[in-house]
């Protein structure tokens, strides 16, 4: 970002003008948007993202010719409405919606302490902020305009409908904004936020186009191949119980790129806890178990404890579950927008590791393979 200009400049003097007529002028509607987003961007974001996660996280119904159809990416707007946000493709979204704000934050931060230019308020004694409290950090580039722009460039890629993309652009105007309104940013402090967020989307974009993502559904003739290696050793395969056989939830997913760890290592973890045979006895005496836990064992105490955490389709799924939870822990420790963003990309990035490892352990072919040389 170029250095902006100086307080004492007659740009910069109009722009002070604009900023005392927007909050002499608030809307209630501006007035609710200030309310909303002063409380934090990133858990608002995060609190977003989840809510569209549970919103597409339905699985596709039968079609008249008896199949599954898939959701496409190309025609998202089509039924079934592009994504099925099932836990692995949450666990996905939510990692790189995470790095990508934090990674955003850092570079807000690192032009803030470079240019250090400050808020209106501490130029102009007569602007008092509406709600938002007086920072002292500098206000160049806006951090708020920053996290939305980044925030929106992922997020609509994630959840392209028309539905979901003209809501995504209101919060992202409104998170934009909101400052100016509120008598805390210029729109010269805005406008280099959202150039700044929008090109560190680009960047990460660059990794989220090539991780892998787009092969992990496979076809049909690679799912018949996996069941068939099973069936080969002697074990049985999984296959859906429902009338019209569901297809597999994202087979492949293994296959996706990790954050923290290199395919290969992932991989090296993963096979070092291969699956019980059915006919083994410990597999047996573990049916039981499982047996006697749904009889005998089914306390209240437990019964409440599997619907905590069922988190079936309709739910932010388990991912989203603990970044529910992470978000108590931030709002009991009043953490800031850069510590907050920091501990939910660590993790988002080790939920999608352990996503990616589970299904590599799962149903990988590359994992078969291993397995079978082993044996």
């Given amino acids: 970002l170029a250095a902006p200009e100086d307080v004492s400049s007659a740009n910069y003097q109009k722009e002070l003008q604009e900023v005392k007529a927007a909050m002499g002028n608030i809307s209630d509607e501006q007035r609710l948007a200030i309310r909303y987003w002063a409380g934090g961007g990133i858990l608002r974001w995060n609190q977003i993202m989840r809510s569209l996660v549970a919103k597409r996280n339905l699985p596709p119904a039968e079609n008249a010719t008896g199949e599954y159809p898939i959701p496409n990416a190309a025609n998202p707007n089509a039924d079934p409405i592009f994504p099925f946000a099932n836990p692995p493709y949450a666990s996905r979204a939510y990692a790189y919606v995470s790095v990508a704000q934090y990674d955003a934050l850092v570079a807000a931060m690192a032009y803030k302490q470079q240019y250090k230019r400050k808020a209106p308020y501490q130029v102009d004694a007569n602007i008092t902020p509406v709600i938002v409290s007086k920072s002292t950090l500098p206000s160049f580039p806006s951090e708020d305009a920053v996290m939305a722009a980044v925030s929106y460039e992922f997020m609509k890629r994630l959840f392209p409908s028309t539905e979901d993309t003209l ?65 080969e050793k002697g074990e049985v395969a999984w296959k859906s119980l429902e009338n019209a056989p569901r297809p597999p939830m994202l087979p492949f997913f293994g296959n996706v790129k990790p954050w923290n760890m290199t395919n290969p290592e992932l991989q090296q973890l993963s096979i070092q806890y291969p699956p019980l045979s059915y006919n083994s006895p410990e597999f047996k005496k573990q049916v039981a178990e499982v047996k006697e836990y749904v009889t005998t064992k089914a306390s209240r105490e437990n019964i409440a404890i599997v619907h905590f955490w069922a988190d079936g389709a309709g739910t932010y799924t388990p991912p989203g579950h603990w970044n529910a939870i992470a978000e108590k822990y931030i709002v009991a420790e009043k953490q800031s927008e850069f510590r907050a963003a920091r501990n939910l990309a660590l993790l988002n990035t080790a939920m999608m590791d352990a996503a990616i490892s589970c299904w590599y352990t799962k149903r990988s072919e590359e994992h078969t393979s291993e397995l079978q040389s082993q044996r």
């Fill in 167 to 231: 809501f995504l652009y209101k919060k992202k105007e409104e998170q934009k904004w909101f400052k100016l309104w509120a008598g805390a940013s210029t729109r010269s402090d805005i406008e280099a936020g959202e150039k700044l967020g929008k090109a560190i989307a680009t960047k990460i974009l660059a990794r989220y186009s090539s991780d892998g993502m787009r092969n992990a559904i496979g076809v049909k003739a690679q799912w018949d191949s996996l069941a068939k290696r099973v069936e």
